[in-house]
């Protein structure tokens, strides 16, 4: 197993304009492939190089600047794109992947999209279809800096909330009339849209804003352990019980305690939640002795309890106690012009943190932002500023500074099957992933939007496999 | 809105813990995932195995699957004893002793390390008979690399000796090699750095003299961690040179992969980060070529500590959360062990009490499959690290006293020492 030769001097990063200064590394082909794809990519006058196997692709890819990389999948297809999404995250350049499969599946298809793959092509290649995906790789487009969005600390404010859409405002006036009661709160919103952070504006804007505020994830912690974490317990409890331990609801005296993801709560611990609400004292596991509380409590959930409630897994009495007042968070999609403006502020604050002065964001990137689903709402938005900025030298961060999963948008995988047209069958299946994806991957919901029933939205993403 | 999928952590508190359903629990934990956009809830970055959702038909879907590899997995012993039966009643012990073997092997194969035990225990008293010892040799080589993995490092101590004077005996080198690697890797584990190094020399001369190049590569391999541990990068990065040169010449892609893991390891304390993340990427590919999970795993738990050494704790997390991935489709139970411990450790440096969640899975996990003693010692002592670092010192120092007491009864006297010190801190 010898090492390749000597890397050549790479070019400078950006350097290639064009298409035709591509720089391609083909891995693992075998020697028709390789005797086929050469004069192809010759005409478009790009730089190739074939390395035998990943091991050598790794150094390869780590001595210089690479457009794209070519590879056939091999036995595990899946198993294969993840490890090459893995591989080429954050590499210089960040080059975009061009798969080649026996047979491509549906699914297959439809993960490497996911994945951010650029193009999966099937075996044999056709010219056609690879100088169209190396065409796409976009380096002839050039992309125009634009300044970050003005979030001056005091727009930020003490409640840490960034947004200006008319859906924010509603949330902002709600908090304000909420914040100086003690009544409890119920805070509800999709994943990533800020429950918590909505939940510290209450606390610091209430009452109880000297006391401490004190966070419990319900769905984080393990179930046998959630009522200990909750009322404490006394040493020798149980068998992992090594010391006292005083629970969250004690630590949170003359503040607040905010229990998020409540749902995720078994009955028999939302009883003993209910026994604390309404008659104000706890008793630690493995202790006899009531001990009074005195906190306010805010409690947030991503699902919508009342159907959790219809469904027999939440307590409807346990609801009245915590919905006192309810606080809804709208997705970030419903946000308008708000994504840009947290985009901003976070490229401040992890440029700060990474010790990078982020000017700006290219007009391509702002749109592949905007035209990104944001499942995860403002927590996905904040991973993938982060996730830039790290890649991101300083300046302005650009398309390829942004992980796969954004841009595969920019290059779409429409032709991947058989020719430019997708069947009926492949558009279907491409739009029944995206209403899952929408939807978390909750499969009623997705039933619900798509307008069928349940089973048979089940049946079909068996058969695509998806 | 539907709820919740069903999770591992309820789904294993219905199985009982009977021998007879351990693949069915691994097929719990193997097809479990997590649920869809579950990495943006607020509970994502605590996620664990016991909050991946289980879903009865897909278990049901791949049990005849799981049916079909018990059955071959059983015949395979059923068929190994019956052989040796076969062959007493010929009066032939040794196709005998060799079938014993097998089947040990066959239950060592899948981390069954007790059952192997057992096997091999059989095999070695039937093999008294034999005129030939390397089947001896082999066997004692086996119960004392099982025994050194179970942490009862004086009956490995005494398998090794015992292996390594019929081997002598019997002019087999191959087998003092492997008897020198053993004694030296008791040594290390008990933090004898010189006796070490001494025991891998001596085997390395006989390897070199039985032209064994695997044994080569790997006592190479050894002797660069004494050099590591001794405080000698540049010695250590010669022998790891030595052993690439070994394990290349027999393509032996695994081998190489080790060996690479090892060289980010050296180039990382060197503080040369570049060319470690270039190591341990390059020994990710070969270990991907070699298919070897337990290896890519191994290596992604090294990256993800190279990247927390660097306080990169976004890197280090993506890394682990890959491993973790691999660990649960791949059942490599002492693995995900390792992966919650330094998770633990992740969240303990961002000052994340409920980073807890993940050693309480640590322990869990610990709890349900084969013991293994100085993981457990390991676990517990970043358990109170983290209680420690969280201004916990009560429980900080329940938990290190418990990784005193597995490390004393082990005697690993490095880990000890470490342990010793952390309790000397709380305490000041």
Same mark, same amino acid.
């Given at each position: ?8 001097a ?54 210089g ?9 091999? /036995?595990?297809?899946?198993e ?24 491509p ?23 056609? /279809? ?53 009544a ?11 429950k /918590? ?57 003359g ?24 008659e104000?004292?706890? /008793? ?146 491409r ?36 | ?76 012993? +059923? ?19 060799a ?12 981390g ?10 059989v ?15 082999e ?20 398998y ?5 004077a ?33 025991? +891998? ?62 060289q ?6 060197q503080?040369h ?72 450790r ?28 100085s ?54």
């Amino acid at each position: 197993m010898p090492n390749p030769p000597a890397p050549k001097a790479p070019p400078a990063p950006g350097a290639a304009e064009s298409p035709s200064s591509l720089r391609l590394l083909g891995v693992g082909l075998d020697g028709p492939l390789t005797h086929s794809l050469r004069p192809w990519v010759m005409e478009l006058q790009a730089q190739v190089e074939f390395v035998a196997d990943l091991p050598h692709a790794v150094r390869r890819l780590a001595a210089g600047h690479w457009d794209v990389v070519l590879t056939v999948l091999g /036995e595990h297809p899946d198993e294969d794109l993840h490890w090459w999404a893995n591989a080429l995250r954050g590499r210089p350049g960040a080059p975009r992947l061009i798969a080649f499969a026996h047979r491509p599946s549906m699914g297959l298809a439809l993960r490497a999209e996911q994945l951010g793959t650029h193009d999966l092509l099937a075996l044999p290649v056709r010219r056609e /279809e690879l100088l169209r995906a190396l065409r796409r790789v976009g380096r002839g487009t050039s992309e125009v800096a634009v300044p970050l969005e003005a979030t001056a600390d005091e727009d930020a404010g003490r409640y840490a909330l960034v947004g200006q859409s008319p859906a924010m405002l509603e949330v902002y006036k709600l908090i304000a009339r909420v914040a100086p009661s003690t009544a409890t709160v119920l805070v509800q919103g999709e994943s990533g849209t800020g429950k /918590e952070v909505v939940a510290r504006a209450i606390h610091a804007n209430g009452p109880k804003a000297s006391g401490p505020f004190v966070a419990l994830n319900c769905a984080a912690i393990p179930e046998n352990l959630l009522e200990s974490e909750l009322f404490g317990h006394e040493k020798g409890a149980f068998s992992g019980a090594v010391t006292r331990k005083i629970g969250r609801f004690e630590l949170a005296k003359g503040g607040t305690l905010f229990l998020d993801e409540i749902a995720d709560m078994t009955l028999p611990l939302q009883a003993k939640i209910l026994r604390a609400v309404q008659e104000r004292e706890i /008793e630690r596991v493995g202790g006899g002795d009531p001990i009074p509380i005195d906190v306010r409590l805010i409690a947030a959930s991503n699902r919508e309890l009342r159907d959790a409630i219809q469904q027999g897994r939440f307590r409807e009495d346990l609801y009245y106690r915590l919905a006192v007042v309810i606080v809804r968070l709208p997705r970030l999609s419903d946000r308008g012009n708000d994504l840009t403006l947290l985009a901003a502020y976070f490229a401040r604050q992890f440029g700060a943190q990474y010790g990078k002065e982020v000017t700006g964001f290219s007009d391509r990137t702002l749109e592949l932002l905007t035209a990104h689903r944001w499942v995860g709402n403002v927590r996905e938005l904040r991973n993938v500023i982060e996730q830039a900025v790290i890649v991101a030298d300083a300046g302005t961060v650009l398309v390829e500074h942004l992980p796969d999963e954004i841009r595969g948008h920019e290059g779409s995988l429409s032709g991947t099957m058989a020719g430019e047209l997708a069947t009926l069958a492949e558009a279907e299946a491409r739009h029944i992933a995206r209403v899952l994806a929408h939807a978390g991957g909750q499969i009623g919901a997705a039933a619900t939007i798509l307008g069928i029933h349940r089973n048979t939205l089940t049946r079909k993403i068996r058969e695509y496999g998806l | 809105m539907t709820g919740p999928a069903l999770r591992v952590e309820r789904a294993l508190r219905l199985l009982p813990d009977l021998e007879a359903l351990t693949p069915l629990r691994a097929l719990v934990v193997a097809t479990s995932r997590a649920e869809a956009g579950a990495q943006w809830a607020s509970s994502g970055p605590y996620l664990t195995l016991g909050k991946r959702g289980v879903e009865p038909g897909q278990l049901r879907r791949r049990l005849d699957d799981m049916l079909e590899q018990i059955s071959e997995h059983l015949s395979v012993l +059923y068929h190994a004893y019956i052989d040796a039966l076969e062959a007493l009643a010929a009066g032939d012990p040794a196709p005998a002793v060799a079938a014993l073997l097998r089947a040990g092997r066959s239950e060592e194969g899948p981390g069954r390390l007790s059952q192997a035990r057992v096997w091999y225990e059989v095999a070695l008293k039937l093999a008294d008979e034999l005129q030939d010892r390397r089947p001896e040799i082999e066997i004692l080589g086996s119960l004392g690399r099982l025994a050194r993995t179970q942490g009862h490092f004086q009956q490995g101590a005494r398998y090794f000796q015992r292996c390594l004077a019929l081997a002598e005996a019997e002019f087999d080198q191959s087998g003092v090699a492997e008897a020198c690697a053993g004694l030296g890797s008791l040594a290390a584990a008990q933090g004898q750095w010189a006796g070490a190094r001494s025991w +891998y020399r001596r085997g390395l001369t006989a390897a070199q003299s039985a032209r064994d190049l695997k044994r080569i590569g790997h006592l190479y391999h050894r002797l660069a961690s004494v050099d590591f541990h001794e405080g000698d990068p540049a010695a250590a990065l010669e022998n790891l040179q030595e052993a690439r040169r070994s394990v290349e010449a027999i393509q032996d892609a695994e081998g190489l992969a080790r060996v690479l893991a090892a060289q980010g390891d050296v180039e990382s304390e060197q503080g040369h980060a570049d060319a470690a993340a270039l190591s341990y990427r390059e020994g990710l590919a070969w270990a991907r070529r070699a298919s070897a999970p337990a290896v890519e795993c191994a290596i992604l738990i090294r990256l993800a500590e190279f990247h927390l050494k660097g306080d990169r704790f976004h890197e280090a997390e993506e890394e682990l959360r890959r491993a973790e991935q691999t660990a649960i489709a791949h059942t490599l139970s002492r693995r995900l062990v390792q992966v919650y411990t330094l998770m633990g450790r992740l969240r303990g440096r961002q000052k994340d009490e409920t980073g807890f969640v993940f050693f309480e899975q640590a322990i869990e996990l610990c709890r349900v499959t084969e013991r293994v003693p100085s993981a457990e010692g390991r676990l517990y002592r970043e358990y109170g690290n983290f209680r420690s670092l969280l201004g916990s010192p009560d429980e900080a120092r329940a938990y290190l006293e418990k990784a005193r007491a597995i490390f004393e009864s082990l005697g690993e006297t490095g880990e000890l020492e470490g342990v010793e010190a952390d309790l000397e801190r709380i305490a000041g």
